[in-house]
C-alpha cells in the first residue's frame, strides 16, 4: 500500500454538487427565494421547497426531497419542519 493509500484511506471527499434521492430526509437553510418559492442550497445543488412560502431566509428546515436530477443538480422538495427561524 503506497503512502498516499494509506493517508486517504479513512477519508471521503464531500461534493460541491452533492446527489439526493427521492424520499431522503434533509436538514438545509433556506438561502433565498425566487418569488413565492424558497431555495434550498447545498453546495452547488439548488432544490426549490414547496410548502415553505412563509419561511424567511436563512431559517433552518427539514424537508423531504420530491424529485431530484442529478445531472443538472437541481430538484424539488416539500417542507416537513421549520428548525429554527432567524428571520
Do not use: C, I, N
Amino acid at each position: 500500500m503506497s503512502f498516499f493509500d494509506r493517508l486517504f484511506a479513512e477519508s471521503a471527499f464531500r461534493s460541491s454538487k452533492p446527489a439526493f434521492e427521492v424520499g431522503q430526509m434533509v436538514t438545509a437553510f433556506v438561502t433565498g427565494r425566487r418569488g413565492d418559492v424558497a431555495l434550498v442550497r447545498v453546495g452547488d445543488t439548488v432544490l426549490e421547497l414547496e410548502g415553505a412560502e412563509g419561511v424567511p431566509v436563512e431559517t433552518r428546515v427539514r424537508f423531504e426531497v420530491e424529485a431530484f436530477d442529478a445531472e443538472s443538480s437541481r430538484g424539488r422538495g416539500r417542507l416537513v419542519d421549520v428548525l429554527e427561524d432567524r428571520g
